[in-house]
DNA sequence: CTCACCCACTCGTCTATACGAGTATGTGTG
DNA sequence: CACACATACTCGTATAGACGAGTGGGTGAG
């Protein structure tokens, strides 16, 4: 068992009343932020610290999944710790939207993500009709049907987004809304055409912890928290005629809005 | 000690090759998502989760911690563990800066935290003339020094948000701005006094796992991520003249957008 | 040389135990 | 009645040990 070398880690504090695993996490953190540990870099093994440390290995396993609820490190069994490397980001443009970036032949994910350099995929489509939430159908004016349509994003094979967008029913049946590619321009585009202006959007953010299924679908390390958002699309009699639902890993994005100061 | 009333929570498959303290933390989370322990309600103890299960102890706690890491569940040293209750939310606008909003004699926070029927209070004001970060300064323009004004938000004695706001010296040095109360209308007010009329705002938004002190600051529980909120004010010549960081509880937060769909 | 296997190392799960510290409640004393 | 204290509960911290499972490298057989 190789030692940790000396100066990267330092002794516990035996007259702090800090608890020893708070300590640990303490050191081990402040030796990732000061890139003594780089990305991606491999963390002194648990047995590493128990012997350097002196103390248990629950307790430095218990110093360790601090770090991992922080969102710094994450484990691989078999492997080791590992300082969670920061993934490319994302960024939304607030103006993605926007008709001058509709008329093209693809859609505006795949676009971006090759202005990026990477490799965009689309996948689980489901499109169905179905029974809203109450929430999906407050925001929609209150339809009892809708249609749903869904997809995962994928950025370089790692998935990063989830979204469903819900129509009502009496805008979207027997339309190419309806089938599983909607065609250039995406709905927005189809829904223009159907005679639907569109006006305005309004987006409402919030962020929190996955739940499980969304952590086995996302593939989300631990301590990676969820943006979650939702848009609903109004035309230019008011009426809103999409609700988009979105969750996204949140360190795979940055959302940014430009706002008038009048 | 008490028995945990039957029908809440099941028995373990011994058969299954899920881990014990998951399909333990799977019951309770259903439980809780079905409405059987409501909001602030008190789950059963460690003890009695031992008894019922027939685990040991740090099993029972394994499963615990995975609630709290969702951000489902918080503990009390010498109470209990206890479902989360979702605070009230506070709804930041997209406009909320617009000029209608700031001829008033109060703060905005102010006037929209009365308005929800919450006690809102400001402090740890601090106004001082430093050194700017790397990406400050670059938003700036490349300022070497600016003035900067921190302040932490509470609303009914909880601490909600902290926000920084950075200006360049040659806008801000020797006037109302670099007073601990600007006045009526905020800094906004001033700067277009000032003559810096203001022309757009620039939002970038992130979300991640708190720092420690972040989570001391803000007294957040475990399983509470932070919304990162980045605004830059422009004004009418382009040139950036303000820039806030801000960091909020995003269990008390939902940030909505209005866009127009040109 | 190639490939299969073994072994050493990694983290994952679980048990059993111990003591400490915060909270609430009831009881007995003044 | 009021208040201090004992007590029984809560969760927090830590130890020591065991076995399992994934990974990767070295070794020996073919």
Known sequence: MAAIPSGVLGALDSTSDRAVFR????????AIDKGRFKEGAKLPSESELVE?????????????????GEGLVH??????????????VRRLASDRFARRHRDQGKAAFTVEAEAAGSHPEVDSLEVKEERPTQDVSARLGGPRRVLARR????LDGRPVEFATSYL???IA??????????GPGGIYARLEELGHRLDHFEEEIRARMPTPSEVKFLRLAAGVPVIHLVR??????????EVCDTVMA?????????????
Chains 1, 2 share one sequence.
């Open 52 to 68: 350097h440390y002196g103390v248990s290995r629950m307790t430095v396993r218990n110093a360790l999944s601090v770090l991992q």
């Open 75 to 88: 484990s691989e069994h078999g492997k080791g710790v590992f300082v969670r490397p920061r993934p490319p």
């Open 232 to 241: 609903t699309a109004f035309d230019k009699e008011g009426r809103p005629v």
């Open 173 to 182: 049946r027997g339309t190419p809304i309806a089938e599983p590619n909607p």
């Open 23 to 30: 300590q640990i996490a303490d050191q081990l953190r402040e």
């Open 250 to 262: 949140a360190d795979a994005y940055v959302l940014a809005y430009q706002l008038p100061a009048t």
């Open 168 to 170: 009502p029913l009496d």
């Open 151 to 154: 997809r995962r994003y994928l």
